[in-house]
């Protein structure tokens, strides 16, 4: 088999800021409050007329620089993302246009915050497999539209971004290598965090509006003990199937939802703190965004370098978790 390696990355955060003042002024809430709970300061927020799509195409273009690559070299799209510009055409597909890849095959993604870390897995079978050589894997959200400004326990914890990753297949030898990925699902626990209305089941209509059915809802205490069980359990095993330990591991890269339940993650399997990747305070919880936005920007500012070894790990609705292990 193929092997597969990170050959450029790229991210981009909104001008708009929504900062914890800004809050103040909207809900019963607080700066102090916010950043004791969450760690967050602020989030970027998609303009009027910027779309998942717009957010994608500049993370994709800053990716493609950093690859030494052009849309024409790419042989697939995977767009992760859950608050897609419309529910079709896919915003694979809205985005292949804008970057004028012509007929490459391009699809969605859903698992919500975990997207990015499905899609990176996807992408490296179909390296691994032969069947494409080089590929763009983007987690993208414009989420705040869906987040009810009036209810406290969610508003503080969302922003926009989006984040991508070229991947190619590795030159023999290379040993700067995607290692493996873990993937779970819990359905069962699926009513944690949900975003009831848009699907077959409740279609857009005016009782939905009055019912407030087009808003995430979601029960925080129970997020966040399932996200510290699961998140510390995928990297455990990602850690062993590979078998290397925490001391070889030169960054975490967790899904940027809140500090408290990173630095929980990094407690349960002793993590030190020190290497984990966290710039949730600048931009909140951005779903499938998160991790390829903290990966860039760790690359860009010069923690994450060349030759090192990196997990990365999330947790998101449905109940999805996953990480995955590899060298930069």
């Known amino acids: 088999m193929y092997r597969t390696r990170i050959a450029g990355t790229g991210s981009y955060l909104p001008e708009k800021v929504l900062t914890n003042k800004d809050l103040e002024t909207m809900v019963d809430t607080n700066d102090q409050w916010i950043q004791e709970r969450t760690g967050i300061q ?48 896919s915003s694979a597909c809205v985005l292949q246009d804008k970057l004028g890849c012509k007929t490459i095959p391009a699809f969605d993604l859903s698992a919500a915050c975990s997207g990015f870390i499905y899609g990176l897995s996807v992408a490296d079978q179909f390296i691994r497999s032969g069947m ?39 030159p023999e030898n290379d040993p700067n290598i995607v290692f493996s990925s873990h993937l779970r699902a819990e359905g069962s626990l699926g ?50 199937t590979n078998g290397a330990s925490v001391a070889d591991v030169a960054w975490l890269v967790p899904h940027q939802a809140n500090w408290r339940i990173m630095e929980a993650v990094a407690d349960h399997f002793e993590f030190p703190k020190d290497k984990v990747v966290s710039i949730v305070h600048e931009m909140g919880n951005t779903s499938a965004a998160t991790v390829p936005v903290a990966f860039d920007t760790a690359v860009r500012d ?4 060349r030759g090192q070894m990196i997990l990365l790990t999330a947790f998101g609705a449905g109940l999805t978790s996953g990480s995955c292990l590899l060298r930069y």
């Open 42 to 89: 602020r989030r970027h927020i998609a303009a009027d007329g910027e779309f998942t799509t717009d957010l994608a195409l500049k993370a994709t273009m800053k990716a493609l620089e950093a690859s030494g690559k052009t849309p024409q070299d790419l042989e697939l799209i995977i767009f992760c993302t859950v608050t897609g510009d419309q529910v079709m055409p």
């Open 132 to 170: 494409y050589k080089t590929i763009l894997v983007v987690g993208a959200e414009v989420i705040h539209r869906f987040v009810n400004y009036k209810d406290r326990e969610t508003c503080i914890l969302f922003g926009d971004a989006a984040g991508a990753f070229i991947v190619e297949r590795a």
């Open 191 to 240: 009513d944690l965090f949900v975003l009831p209305a848009g699907g077959s089941k409740i279609p857009f209509r005016q009782e939905v509006l009055d019912n407030g059915d087009q808003w995430l809802r979601m029960k925080g205490r129970e997020i966040f003990k399932n996200a510290v069980r699961t998140m510390s359990s995928v990297c455990s095993e990602a850690l062993q």
């Open 302 to 305: 010069g923690r994450i370098q």
